[in-house]
């Protein structure tokens, strides 16, 4: 098993013109000490309608006003970059959010695991293996123990081919007698990801689901499929 | 005039899911996912709704942060998004009220 750089065809070169976006390092780094209601309020208003601050820090009386249970200026920085993401139209701001959710992947992940380790868009190379042709979002390369992310803004992002693709390099890797451990990385609630996943046939038992709710714990150690 | 509870601001949720699955529904691929993700976010809320918290009054705050968002959910047009606030509603929903999706 080992890691490649993905191939830098057209895709990769516009996309990586969306990950080097300002807006997309300053969106990832406030969210990755968010809370969930900051990280929920980040969710709701880059894909609202409205564009009026004041109505989406009505919407959340727990971060802001007089009841606020937080300090409000990091919620203020969260709303401010998410207006701005949900400015950018409609085409440009599933781009950016896609993008947002792979950099604070790697950024929480970096927390514990050389920054070195913790690359994007690579594919994994097997012996005999066609390679897949979608690289891998976010992997940690690690020797004896690699990792694959595949991020998603929303839970409607899981689909078979995503759940085949890992799987499949799960299964390569222990064909070499190497440990790859896969996961999914979802900026959505986990009740809507096993709506999802409850719906997919494709094989998901050994795929770890990081919903909305354990962003957190990928700054933790890694852990087993759940 | 009797308070307004957060049981009813919850049902208030609940019918504003329905609308939103309505209009996901016209993505045909996605009919079944839809229809479960309403169920499960309903189940949800109403289970929010039927317990202690729901027999609470609503502080003003609170009336206004889930009117806000059950508007906010009402301006939505396209189908593609309003599967996306399908899951996004009661989440903004159920930490406004203080509990957890």
């Known amino acids: ?226 | 005039m009797d308070a307004t509870t957060i049981g009813a601001l919850l049902e208030a949720a609940i019918a504003a899911e329905e609308a939103l699955g309505e209009l996901g529904e016209s993505i045909e691929d996605e009919w079944s996912y839809v229809n479960d993700l309403r169920q499960a976010w309903t189940d949800r809320l109403a289970e929010v709704a039927a317990g202690p918290l729901g027999e609470r009054a609503a502080e003003p705050a609170l009336i206004d942060a889930i009117e806000l968002a059950i508007d906010e959910a009402g301006r939505v047009r396209d189908p593609h998004r309003a599967i996306d606030w399908l899951s996004t509603l009661p989440q903004v929903v159920l930490l406004a009220a203080g509990s957890e999706p």
């Not at chain 1, 709701?44 to 802001?64: K, V």
């Not at chain 1, 950024?107 to 690289?135: K, N, Q, S, T, Y």
């Not at chain 1, 997919?200 to 714990?217: F, G, I, K, N, R």
């Open chain 1, 1 to 226: 098993m080992r890691f490649q750089d993905a191939a830098r065809d057209g895709r990769a070169v516009v996309y990586a013109s969306i990950q080097a976006d300002p807006l997309v390092a300053r969106a990832a780094e406030l969210l990755s000490t968010a809370s969930l209601a900051e990280r929920v309020l980040a969710r709701a208003a880059m894909n609202g309608e409205s564009s009026d601050p004041d109505r989406w820090r009505r919407m959340f009386p727990t971060l802001f006003g007089p009841a606020a249970l937080v300090d409000g200026r990091r919620s203020e920085a969260i709303l401010g970059a998410a207006l701005a993401v949900a400015d950018r139209g409609e085409q440009v701001r599933s781009q950016v959010r896609g993008a947002i959710v792979e950099e604070l992947t790697a950024r929480l992940l970096a927390r514990r695991a050389p920054a070195a380790v913790v690359r994007r868009e690579r594919r994994i190379l097997f012996d005999g293996v066609p390679a897949e042709i979608h690289p891998y979002d976010v992997t940690v390369e690690v020797a004896g123990l690699g990792e694959a992310f595949d991020c998603k803004w929303g839970a409607r992002g899981i689909n078979a081919d995503v759940l085949h693709q890992l799987d499949d390099a799960r299964t390569h890797a222990l064909d070499e007698e190497e440990q790859l451990r896969v996961s999914l990385v979802v900026f959505d609630a986990e009740r809507s990801c096993r709506v999802r996943l409850d719906a997919q046939t494709a094989p998901h038992a050994q795929t770890s689901l990081v919903a909305l709710e354990q962003l957190d714990a990928l700054a933790g150690p890694a852990r087993a499929a759940s």
